[in-house]
């Protein structure tokens, strides 16, 4: 059944969080082969990054994982999943699951290794950003890929936003930490073209949350075997690059910004939100660059993603302190948490008892917005 042929009463349910492989390969055939070889080099140089330190986690728990379960059983929720690479069947795993939409990240993060492509930067970039295009063209309604935008360029950065949005996409994703890439944090007044930019064309800042390499150091004092220590730090240290966007201004000068910080979990931001008022109003703290409690911008500017956390969803309160259209459901199809093929009975379940209006707006409204769908 396609999305066109479900019945009207059957509710729409978009992912705010899924994934896509584009092979290195895919890049290439958009890239002019006098860059291949650049490329290569760049990319291996990438490979093995991610083989240490933190970058080497998902790797070992993958490894574990299908030592340890059935792989029968295990192969339904893992990455080997056809969709993952083919859109005609990702498009039949989304009717499977009654899942209407999904917006679309890379497994790859071009930003780690894009920018070393001796001599063809710009060029790899759009080669990967046209890979991406490839993929969601087959059905661009209901596959909404994430462009990734660089920021070591940021003239090419400009254009390339442009060029995206005249293609059509509706969503850019920047990297969480600059300072991963050896570049300043957000607020830095080299951003400013780009944000002006951003916000010329309406679309979301995705930022996705993942291998933060500057957790490499806990890593390797991690003594579980599959660094699960580490692991919970991840989306925790999103509070760092909330700060650095909500506190510093850059809200303030770019007050119509979208931003969507995907996969960071949703209890402890209610906690976030409450402490960043509170640093601000009571216990004295001085953030001279904005003019509201930070509470204003986040929800004013901030969206979460989130996969299953029925106790924060269940949670008047905290659905209340983060903000129920700043919160958006996603399957992050195929990851192993993922909630394919069962999303509509999973979702039923998480939110049992809430609010109809609210409901719509977490599993689709919102999103519609955000993305302009």
Same mark, same amino acid.
């Given at each position: 059944?396609?999305?066109?042929?479900?019945?009207?009463?059957?509710?729409?349910?978009?992912?705010?969080?899924?994934?896509?492989?584009?092979?290195?390969?895919?890049?290439?055939?958009?890239?002019?082969?006098?860059?291949?070889?650049?490329?290569?080099?760049?990319?291996?140089?990438?490979?093995?990054?991610?083989?240490?330190?933190? /970058?080497?986690?998902?790797?070992?728990?993958?490894?574990?994982?299908?030592?340890?379960?059935?792989?029968?059983?295990?192969?339904?929720?893992?990455?080997?999943?056809?969709?993952?690479?083919?859109?005609?069947?990702?498009?039949?795993?989304?009717?499977?699951?009654?899942?209407?939409?999904?917006?679309?990240?890379?497994?790859?993060?071009?930003?780690?290794?894009?920018?070393?492509?001796?001599?063809?930067?710009?060029?790899?970039?759009?080669?990967?950003?046209?890979?991406?295009?490839?993929?969601?063209?087959?059905?661009?309604?209901?596959?909404?890929?994430?462009?990734?935008?660089?920021?070591?360029?940021?003239?090419?950065?400009?254009?390339?936003?442009?060029?995206?949005?005249?293609? @059509?996409?509706?969503?850019?994703?920047?990297?969480?930490?600059?300072?991963?890439?050896?570049?300043?944090?957000?607020?830095?007044?080299?951003?400013?073209?780009?944000?002006?930019?951003?916000?010329?064309? /309406?679309?979301?800042?995705?930022?996705?949350?993942?291998?933060?390499?500057?957790?490499?150091?806990?890593?390797?004092?991690?003594?579980?075997?599959?660094?699960?220590?580490?692991?919970?730090?991840?989306?925790?240290?999103?509070?760092?690059?909330?700060?650095?966007?909500?506190?510093?201004?850059?809200?303030?000068?770019?007050?119509?910004?979208?931003?969507?910080?995907?996969?960071? @979990?949703? @209890?402890?931001?209610?906690?976030?939100?409450?402490?960043?008022?509170?640093?601000?109003?009571?216990?004295?703290?001085?953030?001279?660059?904005?003019?509201?409690?930070?509470?204003?911008?986040?929800?004013?500017?901030?969206?979460?993603?989130?996969?299953?956390?029925?106790?924060?969803?269940?949670?008047?309160?905290?659905?209340?302190?983060? @903000?129920?259209?700043?919160?958006?459901?996603?399957?992050?199809?195929?990851?192993?948490?993922?909630?394919?093929?069962?999303?509509?009975?999973?979702?039923?379940?998480?939110?049992?008892?809430?609010?109809?209006?609210?409901?719509?707006?977490?599993?689709?409204?919102?999103?519609?917005?955000?993305?302009?769908?």
């Amino acid at each position: 059944m396609t999305m066109t042929e479900e019945p009207m009463t059957q509710e729409l349910l978009i992912s705010s969080d899924s994934h896509v492989k584009i092979g290195h390969d895919s890049v290439k055939e958009h890239l002019a082969s006098k860059f291949h070889e650049a490329y290569d080099k760049a990319a291996s140089g990438f490979t093995q990054q991610m083989n240490s330190g933190a /970058g080497a986690v998902n790797k070992a728990w993958d490894t574990s994982r299908k030592r340890e379960q059935d792989t029968s059983a295990f192969r339904l929720r893992n990455m080997t999943q056809p969709g993952h690479t083919d859109a005609k069947a990702r498009l039949e795993a989304m009717d499977l699951d009654g899942v209407a939409q999904e917006v679309l990240y890379c497994e790859v993060s071009g930003f780690r290794y894009l920018y070393q492509v001796e001599g063809g930067t710009a060029e790899a970039t759009v080669a990967f950003n046209d890979a991406m295009h490839e993929f969601g063209a087959v059905d661009p309604s209901r596959l909404i890929v994430s462009y990734q935008i660089p920021i070591h360029d940021i003239d090419f950065a400009v254009k390339e936003v442009h060029r995206v949005a005249s293609m @059509g996409g509706k969503s850019l994703q920047l990297p969480v930490f600059p300072p991963e890439v050896d570049l300043p944090d957000y607020y830095h007044e080299r951003y400013d073209p780009l944000f002006a930019a951003i916000q010329e064309t /309406g679309l979301p800042i995705c930022c996705h949350i993942g291998l933060n390499t500057m957790l490499s150091s806990l890593t390797d004092r991690d003594p579980t075997p599959d660094r699960g220590i580490m692991v919970t730090m991840v989306g925790l240290s999103t509070g760092e690059a909330l700060g650095m966007w909500v506190m510093t201004g850059i809200l303030e000068r770019f007050p119509d910004l979208k931003l969507v910080f995907v996969e960071p @979990g949703l @209890g402890w931001v209610a906690w976030w939100v409450y402490i960043a008022d509170d640093l601000a109003s009571r216990q004295g703290y001085n953030f001279p660059d904005i003019k509201e409690l930070p509470s204003y911008y986040f929800h004013k500017n901030v969206h979460l993603t989130f996969i299953e956390e029925p106790d924060a969803l269940q949670s008047e309160i905290i659905r209340r302190r983060i @903000g129920v259209e700043n919160i958006m459901w996603s399957s992050d199809f195929p990851h192993p948490v993922t909630s394919w093929p069962h999303s509509r009975k999973i979702v039923e379940e998480q939110f049992a008892g809430i609010p109809a209006n609210e409901r719509e707006l977490m599993v689709s409204g919102n999103a519609k917005r955000v993305w302009n769908l």
